[in-house]
């Protein structure tokens, strides 16, 4: 009995050995929050950690704290603790090309998130082994969605409050919004370039609104813009403009909910998912390709956000999640493909993922009906 026993026991021994590292328990990837306590940042954060749950991926978090030298020691730090893959948010093309050669040198997997790498980076990386691919939104996208926003309503006027013309965000943003509402029949009669903060840009908005007292429209290329066009628009009330914000942080929430701004835009911070999706393919042996044969750029569409919807949105974005767990998990497989996440992208739209939530019991269809009646 005892010589069976031991048998047994040497045959189990021998299972557990060969079980994949990724079914016998969660593997751990790494993820820089470049400034805990940033709104947005803390929310991506959220969103990461609730995909990387769903697709069994246990996570290592680590605060930049806003300071571009401590993103490649927290990464090597990473890399020393055994991750099996980072998440990385990239501000430039130097520090995401350092990231880079440091995962790729230590045989970890990378994909970057939120921030899209240039063309440039894009092409060198394409002979890295260890890049999974990246899911950011495009700028210019961006401002091309605020842009039909305004044509929508009719404007025909219209001032931009923004960053620093030398911001590749910023500048992108500007340059869309102006393409779409000037090619539709509209004018851009000023631009307000210069720091981002709200107590800087307030200045420019109000300068803007006394230069141009015949603007309908004023557009801000992130929050802080976005609220100094409407306090600005508050001190002149000889103006009637609708005030339209990039970013969806508390402030511009309670605009839309007290209808101080008409409407704002913004990728709901699900570019996570999709970067979680593609490291955890990755990590389990499918490393997911384009159609050239090169690590996925996954494009995360940016979605007007009308104000009815505020409530919905609090709920379904902000204190829960827009895709369900399931869904989540199912981004993960050996038949997943870059057709199956770009499907999912494909149909990212406020009202397919609240059809989708009713359906799921997140929410009830009489909630819905009513946001949708009250556009």
């Known amino acids: 009995m005892k010589k069976v026993a031991s048998l047994i026991l040497v045959l189990m021994m021998l299972m557990v050995a060969l079980v994949p590292v990724s079914l016998a328990e969660n593997v751990t990837v790494g993820y820089n929050n470049y400034r805990v306590g940033a709104y947005s940042l803390d929310i991506l954060q959220k969103n990461f950690e609730y995909a990387a749950k769903a697709m069994g991926l246990d996570v290592m978090v680590v605060n930049d704290e806003a300071k571009i030298d401590n993103c490649p020691v927290n990464v090597d730090n990473m890399i020393s603790t055994g991750v099996k893959g980072i998440a990385f948010f990239g501000l430039n093309d130097n520090v995401m090309i350092s990231i880079a050669q440091r995962c790729e040198q230590a045989g970890v997997y990378f994909a970057f998130y ?8 894009i092409e060198m990386l394409k002979n890295f082994q260890y890049y999974a691919g990246a899911a950011a939104t495009s700028d210019i996208s961006t401002g091309r969605v605020a842009g039909e926003y305004a044509v929508s309503t009719g404007a025909k006027t219209a001032v931009i409050v923004t960053g620093e013309q030398t911001d590749p965000s910023h500048s992108a943003r500007v340059q869309g919004f102006t393409e779409v509402f000037e090619a539709a029949g509209g004018k851009v009669v000023g631009i307000g370039w210069g720091s981002p903060a709200l107590s800087e840009s307030l200045t420019r908005a109000n300068d803007l609104l006394t230069a141009h007292p015949d603007a309908d429209f004023i557009y801000g290329s992130n929050g802080d813009c976005g609220l100094a066009g409407k306090e600005a628009l508050a001190s002149h009330p000889g103006v009637n403009a609708k005030v339209y914000a990039t970013d969806l942080d508390p402030d511009i929430l309670v605009g839309l909910t007290d209808g101080s701004i008409s409407a704002a835009n913004g990728a709901h911070w699900i570019n996570v998912y999709f970067a979680a999706a593609l490291l955890k393919n990755a990590i389990d042996g499918n490393v997911i390709k384009d159609a050239d044969g090169n690590a996925p750029r996954l494009v ?34 050996p038949d997943v493909t870059v057709e199956t996440l770009q499907t999912v992208l494909d149909n990212y739209t406020i009202d397919n993922r609240l059809d989708a939530l009713v359906a799921a019991g997140a929410v009830t269809q009489e909630e819905v009906d009513a946001a949708r009646n009250a556009q």
Not at 114 to 121: A, G, N, T
Not at 308 to 321: F, V
């Open 114 to 121: 939120d921030h899209m790498p240039s063309d440039q980076v």
């Open 300 to 333: 995360v569409p940016v979605m007007t956000l009308p104000g009815s919807y505020i409530e919905l949105y609090n709920k379904l974005w902000i204190e829960n999640a827009p895709f369900t767990e399931s869904e989540l998990a199912a981004l993960v497989g």
